[in-house]
């Protein structure tokens, strides 16, 4: 029998390697997050191939859900990634999120009580943002394997990153979005360490515009340009939504992760369901490494308060980001 039982899990750590190798092997997405200390690329971004979409990017919101161990399997902590619902708008989900619609009111309580561990554990499942771009990679810092066909890349960027990002639209000298064609900005990602932790604080734009080139035009006329909104993650159903409320009441309640319960809906990365039946799993286009970026974020970022995210509904002190864009469209008009 212990014969027996070490190549099964020998073949079950060789499936899940196969699973993983699936998910990585095409490069679509640029890991940045790979180069080392000091190390710096330059990204230029492209539109969302949605004309709908004002902005060159689409948030991807998610809850990260801990376990107390796989229930009858590892007893050491997991984490499910569920998403939250409130991207998708409240079109499709009136009644919004079932996750959120719990924490607001922890955090109503911790403000008018001063519980700060309430407080604490209200952010452990707040959700969490990541934003995703397309673009080129016009200087790489890292020395990649599988360079696409495609040379247009896939950016999933973490806030930090972001904000960086949004904060330089706004600066004076940036007439044009940072996506035109003809006068758009490059964008310099500079790789740091704070103690252990990667940062990208001291990333910015270029100070110059910069057309596109023929080579990066004629990319676009052959490939196209995604619609960014396509990776966003599968939009929950009436049982999901129920499974996402069932598996967030049994982590507050710190029981483990239940496989027979969940398995084919939403389960840790890596874990495969013992049935055969599609699931729902929301990886979506996240892969391991991307989410160890983000769970690596550095120390000092918290949960902005703020009526973009503020559970307690407090007053705006910051333009929106369609405010931004709107300046920067208007700059651009001043110079035609």
Known sequence: MGTMSTLAAIRARLAAAEVKNSQTSDGTVFAFWNMKNGGQSTLRFLPDGDPTNTFFWVEKQQIHLKFNGVKNGEQKEV?????????????????????????????????????????????????????????????????????????????????????????????????????????????????????????????????????????????????????????????????????????????????????????????????????KTETTSDSGDATKKQIAEFETKPKQEKIEVTTETNPIDAPAQKATTKEIMDIIRARGKKTE
């Open 79 to 275: 984490k499910v990634y569920v998403p939250c619902v409130e991207m998708f708008g409240k079109e499709l989900y009136p009644q919004g999120c079932p996750i959120l619609s719990e924490v607001r009111s922890w955090y109503k309580v911790a403000e008018k009580t001063g519980d700060d561990a309430l407080k604490t554990q209200a952010n452990s499942y707040w959700k969490k943002p990541t934003f995703i771009m397309q673009g080129f990679v016009r200087e790489n810092g890292l020395t990649e394997d599988n360079t696409p066909e495609n040379p247009i890349r896939r950016f999933t960027l973490n806030k930090q990153l972001y904000n960086l990002v949004k904060s330089g639209l706004m600066d004076v000298e940036m007439v044009n979005i940072p996506s035109d064609y003809d006068h758009g900005t490059d964008f310099k990602i500079l790789s740091t360490m704070k103690g252990t932790y990667a940062d990208y604080g001291t990333s910015k734009y270029a100070r110059n515009e910069s057309a596109l080139t023929s080579v990066e035009r004629a990319a676009i006329e052959q490939y196209g340009l995604t619609n960014l909104s396509e990776f966003m993650g599968k939009k929950p159903d009436a049982k999901e939504l129920e499974i996402i409320k069932e598996m967030f009441e049994a982590s507050v309640d710190g029981e483990a992760y239940d496989r027979e319960r969940w398995g084919n809906y939403y389960r840790p990365i890596g874990l495969r369901s013992e049935e």
